[in-house]
């Protein structure tokens, strides 16, 4: 289930002083919106994602939420509910992003810890190297995540077939699942 929220374009009236945000949850494998909440007005999902995520039934559901929804409160939530998280971390959380990205400084020997994809199609041709690591010494508070078990990191190359250029990226996780680069 994929939590993200959006600003809905030219919602923005006279009286508001900011347009409408909505929070809203999406299951990826039925491809169906389960739920959707507004934020207050000045708020922001950091507060509209616990809300939305109580009232929806996550047993056993793995649950995704962008850097903005990177919130040990957030990951607490999720676990009470009985599911899982993997919550995308930027320089938000800076500690956090510069111990993971260190902790992958060092390349993997263990090969069952690297899933390598491969798509090609609308002009381009995209690898992603998925790599996972359960050794959590490199981060100085990982107790402070709830469940957390291991963290990853997602090497995009993007090969656009009618300019020549390759495109490169970089993205950090954590989350509560066991080490497993597939899932």
């Known amino acids: 289930m994929a939590?993200?929220?959006?600003?809905?374009r030219g919602s923005k009236q006279s009286g508001l002083k900011s347009a409408i945000h909505l929070v809203s949850a999406f299951s990826t494998e039925n491809e169906i919106f389960l739920g959707q909440i507004k934020t207050e007005e000045k708020s922001n999902e950091i507060t509209a994602i616990p809300e939305l995520l109580k009232v929806l039934d996550l047993e056993n559901a793995i649950i995704t939420i962008d850097a903005m929804g990177c919130q040990t409160d957030i990951a607490e939530v999720i676990i009470e509910q009985k599911a899982d998280y993997i919550l995308a971390v930027k320089e938000n959380q800076k500690?956090?992003?510069?111990d993971i990205e260190s902790a992958f400084l060092i390349p993997s020997k263990d090969k069952s810890k690297i899933y390598i994809t491969e798509e090609v199609g609308s002009g381009r041709v995209e690898k992603r190297t998925c790599t996972v690591m359960d050794d959590l010494s490199h981060l100085l508070n990982p107790t402070k995540w709830n469940s957390l078990q291991s963290i990853a990191k997602i090497e995009s190359e993007?090969?656009?077939k009618s300019?020549?250029?390759?495109?490169?990226?970089?993205?950090?996780?954590i989350t509560s699942l066991p080490c497993d680069a597939k899932k």
């Open 95 to 98: 500690e956090l992003y510069q």
């Open 158 to 160: 993007r090969f656009i």
């Open 3 to 8: 939590i993200d929220g959006k600003t809905v």
């Open 163 to 173: 300019t020549g250029k390759t495109q490169k990226s970089t993205r950090f996780y």
